[in-house]
């Protein structure tokens, strides 16, 4: 009889849980943290919030490199590349590649940062899973990049 009072109530919390995540009427906002462009920022967006949504910065047109940073295999320094006050390209300068776990891991990992970056315009990506040390220092350098940038 406890297990099935006990299975019961699983399944209704979970109910309850899955109908709360897809209530379209629920205006549920996660809280950002914005930033002027200073480099004490710890990663944050560039931006200003209006109307609930965040207008992003723009960039001074040009190609600029950020720091490097440590990713405990090795070292991530990204190059971010600014063309119409946008982000248009990043390219990895360095990034542990001395491994053969670290180059498959990294040839993975590589192009959905890039991507994920040109298409965030900013540094405030999703981590890929498998490469978190890569991820967590490519935002790093990336955001030191891009603070030179600012207008």
Same mark, same amino acid.
């Given at each position: ?25 629920? +205006? ?17 967006? /560039? ?27 090795? +070292?991530?320094?990204? /190059? ?16 542990? +590649? ?7 891991? +990294? ?45």
């Amino acid at each position: 009889m406890k297990k099935i009072l006990l299975s019961l109530s699983v399944i209704v919390i979970f109910g309850l849980y899955i109908i709360k995540l897809h209530n379209p009427d629920e +205006n549920i906002a996660a809280p950002m943290n914005i930033s002027s462009g200073n480099k004490n920022t710890g990663g944050m967006m /560039q931006g200003t919030m209006m109307n609930g949504r965040t207008m992003m910065t723009t960039y001074k047109n040009g190609v600029y490199t950020g720091d490097v940073t440590d990713a405990f295999y090795g +070292n991530v320094q990204v /190059q971010v590349t600014i063309s119409a006050g946008k982000i248009s390209d990043v390219k990895f300068l360095q990034y542990p +590649n001395d491994r053969q776990t670290s180059i498959e891991i +990294n040839s993975q990992a590589i192009p959905l940062l890039t991507q994920e970056a040109i298409q965030a315009q900013s540094a405030q990506v999703d981590g890929v899973s498998g490469a978190t040390q890569t991820s967590i220092a490519f935002k790093a350098s990336l955001q030191s990049a891009l603070d030179n940038a600012v207008q």
